[in-house]
């Protein structure tokens, strides 16, 4: 039976606030968009701080650009009280884990290593910084395959040694709702995942819709 990642969030964020506690969250970033309505969820029982941690993104131009519309958003949204964590720009990994898987499509094999590499990244960061749980805004993404990542991001944690807190963001209306936010505070809507091999396979779409358009044109 397929795991309800979503109600596996809500049993834990409930269980935080009977607790009376604040435990400390490291919560990795991949843009903006994806981070504004998954703090609305984590923000006001866990002390959060944000892990930008993506050497897929290329080039490091567009690494930047997402690093600064995160934190205008934390900025304008209220959220400033809450750091990034920024590692520095090394795509090297990347192209490590995703030699010979250059070819495949998004959402196949190099993706999901490309979550296992920022995953066991965050977990890492966890540990060190004494973190008490961690995951990625990565689940809020319709694109993104919530069921690899929470079974990579519990993999990780169990390794690193700390828990990995089960998401799917997306429900109830959560992308919706990261769209809305995106809307309201103007941010940049990335129409790549962010390695250039998305952002070749985006371009190759909008020439053969290109094409198409011509064709009908002609007709």
Known sequence: MRENYGLLFEKTR????MSGTRPRLLLHACCAP?????????ARDFDVTMFFYNPNIAPEEEFRFRERELARFL????????????PAYDPAPFYEIARGLEHLPEGGARCRRCYELRLRETAKAAR????DWFTTTLTISPYKNA????EIGIRAGEEAGV?????????????RRSI???KEYHLYRQDYCGCEFSRAERDEKRRRAETEQNKNEEQ
């Open 75 to 86: 900025d304008e949204a209220g959220y400033r009280g809450i750091k990034i964590d920024v």
């Open 180 to 182: 809305e936010l995106s």
């Open 34 to 42: 994806c981070s504004s309505h998954c703090l609305e969820e984590v």
């Open 147 to 150: 069921a690899w990542l929470n």
């Open 14 to 17: 409930e269980a935080v606030r």
């Open 163 to 175: 828990p990995y807190l089960c998401s799917d963001f997306k429900k109830k209306n959560g992308y």
């Open 128 to 131: 060190t910084g004494g973190f």
